[in-house]
């Protein structure tokens, strides 16, 4: 089985450009559904440089020109196409707002579309119980950025039809990816295990176990990981792990509970490379 044939992505931002671009690089006509007219002419741009990079790499078998005309860019949610057999949201990680387009997006398309959301924390099921017919959708976690991630994470609510994850793996691998099925549960399985491990790096800084270089060196050399926790933290912004582990410290309990270290650090405005500090200096 290939991809669908039409699907619909609503926000084309980092990940929803990601996303746009690998569906038509496979040979889906893809609808990106933007927020107005201008932010949907600056979602096609971010997918035409998504493109150029890939052909840069050699990743593309055709033209990126070629690629791209498989691409609508929308300003406007109501013009999706009725016959898309997949809708993916990406937009900004708000409840109201992705319960928002979801429930608009499931009354433009029919009866057969899966309908999914990209978002790294919100509740699957809670997200599914807003909508008309929950059997149909589930969380599609795409990695950032979208084209080389190997991983995708497929969530799956109490409501979700079997036969709708059977059909969104078969797309995942047509995509040349893996899927890992994950019940929805906070955090899924990658944030919940990532946190933990970049949570217990900084607990040994805060104790001097040892310093950051070598917290880092630890598990990239002893453990083969890619990149160390302090400096995997540092990439997705001390900001962004604090709001994380602030909320797994809430659904599932002390052992996420945040270290003194990361809240001060964040206090400071060292959020990691996009501040040019954080464990490390990135200038
Ligand atoms: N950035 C990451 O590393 C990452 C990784 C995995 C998952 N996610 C999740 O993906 C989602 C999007 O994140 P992002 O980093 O791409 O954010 P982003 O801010 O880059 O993109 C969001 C896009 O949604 C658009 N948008 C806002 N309101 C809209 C509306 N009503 N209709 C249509 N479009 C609208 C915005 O204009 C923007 O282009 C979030 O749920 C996030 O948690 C992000």
């Known amino acids: 089985m290939g991809v669908p044939g039409s699907v619909g992505v609503i926000g084309g931002g980092r990940m929803g450009a990601g996303i746009a671009q690998v569906f038509a690089t496979h040979g889906a006509a893809v609808s990106v559904v933007e927020s107005d007219e201008s932010a949907a002419v600056a979602a096609r741009e971010r997918i035409a440089e998504g493109l150029a990079k890939a052909a840069e790499r050699g990743k593309l078998s055709r033209q990126p020109d070629v690629i791209l005309e498989r691409v609508t860019v929308l300003g406007d949610l109501t013009r999706l196409p009725a016959e898309a057999e997949l809708v993916v949201e990406a937009v900004p990680e708000r409840v109201e707002l992705k319960i928002d387009v979801l429930t608009r997006a499931e009354s433009v398309v029919s009866d057969h579309a899966v309908l999914a959301s990209n978002t790294s924390s919100l509740s699957i099921t809670e997200l599914g119980a807003a909508l008309r017919e929950p059997r149909r959708f589930l969380g599609m976690h795409f990695f950032n ?48 295990l990532g946190v933990l491990l970049g949570l217990e790096a900084i607990r040994m800084l805060e104790e001097g176990v040892a310093d950051a270089e070598a917290i880092d060196n630890a598990m990239e050399l002893g453990y083969r990981h890619p990149m160390g926790p302090l400096r995997s933290t540092d990439l997705v912004g001390l900001d962004v792990r604090l709001a994380i582990a602030e909320y797994l410290h809430s659904t599932l309990g002390e052992r996420f509970a945040p270290p003194r270290l990361l809240r001060d650090k964040v206090a400071a405005g060292e959020l990691g490379r996009k501040t040019g500090r954080g464990f490390f200096e990135w200038r």
């Open 145 to 192: 950025p979208v084209p080389p991630s190997k991983l995708v994470e497929v969530v799956t609510a109490p409501q979700t039809d079997e036969t709708v994850t059977r059909r969104v793996r078969d797309w995942v691998r047509a995509l040349g990816k893996t899927d890992v099925v994950v019940r929805d549960s906070p955090g899924f399985a990658t944030s919940r």
